[in-house]
């Protein structure tokens, strides 16, 4: 992808609200007046002539190839996603990891460093922990919210600082725009995992970050119905990624490119209605005495919470608590609802439940744990869109069952 005008957004679209460019950015009509968009289901194209077939190779003139470098539709999920994130581009990628893989690959080299969060997702804490350091790419660890923390593991080989924001699962809030001072200070590109928060809540390319990415499985999606992620940000930087991509091979299906356009259709509105009835949950479960813990940006008394409103447009669908009796209890807890699925997914209309520290945090050494605050007793709901009443009616379940 060049960093012209082919992804520039037509006028009339750019004062547009996120609402309006989840619905209308990217559509590119393909002759027949179709209203919906097209899935291209084509691993190639043809061209008009030899000589245009040499052009297209060459790259002196565009057009498509082979899907595994341009797809139609997969364009219109990119420019869609890039015009929510205020960015010059976006590049799909088949799953979350691959879009955090590829911006690894496109960004470091041997000998180089990365300073990254404690509380990533555990996938990619296996990728900086066993892989990148077999290509001598070494990574720091360090607490998400503690800045010093980060200016003193930056090194002169420092390249990529790394954070999820807010943390999984105890909501903890980064200083985005704090971060992206450092890591220029330093020399890094600061790259956000905006998965939990989406552009519909956060937009950390306008806080100064470089590159977002995105696991599209979650809230982009929005249905849990399959695999994709994005990388996005400058058309220089992205031209980049889009190059390991298509040497290497992690590209989008466009079929499940097209899911997810029908995901952003609506991401802004769900966003919203996963916002509210998380915020309720969290007050609901804050006033009572069966529960020690609440996590939750939205609470007043969240650490995190004043961050959190200046920086987020809402507080997530995600949050945690504490019950007393640590995993017996939260065991007990979780097995007595019914309504709620039992699952480490997240960013769904159906809402799910787990206990974080035997399963998405199951392979960390307890100490690692204990410093992330994920307590034996610690569950962690990502709310859904289903009535808060039926949702409170579920929890008193598992409240019941802790005191027989
Ligand atoms: C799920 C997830 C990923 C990985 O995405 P996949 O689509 O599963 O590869 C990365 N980051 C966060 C925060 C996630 O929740």
Known sequence: MTPDDENALPDFLRDAHAETLGIRAGIARSGEGEHGEPIFTTSSYVFDSAADAAARFSGASSGNVYSRYTNPT????????????????????ASGMSAILATCMAFLRHGDHVVCSRDVFGSTVGLFDKYLPRMGVSVSFVPLG???????????????FYCETPSNPICEVADIA????????????????????????????????????????????GQG?????AAVGSAEDMAEVTNFIRTCGPSMSPFNAWVFLKGLETLSLRMRAHCENANKLAHWLQQRSDV?????????????????SRQQSG??????????????????????TKLMSLT???GDVKTTIVHPATTTHGRLAAEQRDAAGIVPGLIRIAVGLEHIEDLQVDCQRGFDALRV
């Open 74 to 93: 997969v364009r219109v999920f990119e420019e869609r996603l890039a015009a929510l994130e205020n960015a010059e581009s976006a590049v799909g990628t």
């Open 146 to 160: 503690d800045l010093a923390a980060w200016r003193a593991a930056a090194t002169a080989k420092t390249r990529l």
């Open 178 to 221: 704090a971060l992206a001072e450092i890591a220029k200070a330093s020399g890094a590109r600061l790259v956000v995992d905006n998965c939990f928060c989406t552009p519909a809540l956060q937009k950390p390319l306008e806080l100064g970050a470089d590159i977002v990415i995105h696991s599209a499985t979650k809230y982009l999606d």
């Open 225 to 229: 119905r399959m695999l994709g992620g």
């Open 292 to 308: 020690s813990r609440v996590h939750y940006a939205g609470l007043p008394e969240h650490p995190g919470h004043e961050l959190a």
């Open 315 to 336: 507080f997530g669908g995600v949050l945690s608590f504490e019950v007393p009796g640590g995993q017996e209890a939260a065991w007990r807890f979780i097995d007595a």
């Open 344 to 346: 480490a997914n997240l």
